[in-house]
């Protein structure tokens, strides 16, 4: 899922949008999401705690599989994330996170960017990542 809003002026404004965006993903069942906080507006320590504590809680109970991330351009706002992703850490996340610096490649490992689609790149797919020659086996083993 990759839902769009328009830049955020005001902090204030940013609980709003970060509630609307976990109604989507539980309405649209979404299991993969991408967040583009490269314009994301100054953390204030208020707006910090309420991310912490009220909107990350949440996001881990959502059912999401998989989290891309486009971290933010300011500094500033990169060390409260960097920091969200550290206090993470202590406990298990229920789903797999990536950090990216541009939308291309946090689009290409969302969409498994890596599966053969031509009939060239089959002949290669002996060469693809373990994990993706895993998972094609699994599901050839499903589908018999």
Same mark, same amino acid.
């Given at each position: ?16 949008? @970060?509630?609307? !965006?976990? +109604?989507?993903?539980? %309405?649209?069942? =979404?299991?993969? *999401?991408?967040? &583009? ?18 909107? @990350?809680?949440? !996001?881990? +109970?959502?059912?999401? %599989?998989?989290? =891309?991330?486009? *971290?933010?351009? &300011? ?30 490649? =946090? ?38």
């Amino acid at each position: 899922m990759r839902p769009w809003h328009q830049a955020i002026p005001n902090p204030q404004d940013l609980p709003a949008v @970060l509630d609307k !965006l976990l +109604r989507q993903v539980h %309405r649209h069942a =979404a299991h993969q *999401l991408l967040l &583009n906080l490269e314009g994301l507006p100054l953390l204030n320590p208020e707006l910090q705690k309420l991310v912490q504590l009220g909107w @990350l809680p949440r !996001l881990r +109970r959502s059912g999401l %599989r998989r989290l =891309a991330l486009l *971290l933010p351009t &300011n500094p500033y706002n990169r060390g409260v994330i960097e920091g969200f992703l550290w206090l993470a850490a202590t406990e298990p996340l229920p789903y797999e996170v990536q950090y990216f610096a541009n939308l291309a490649e =946090a689009l290409d490992w969302l969409t498994d960017a890596e599966l053969p689609t031509a009939e060239a790149d089959w002949r290669r797919s002996w060469r693809t990542p373990a994990l993706l020659r895993a998972r094609q086996l699994r599901w050839r083993a499903e589908a018999k």
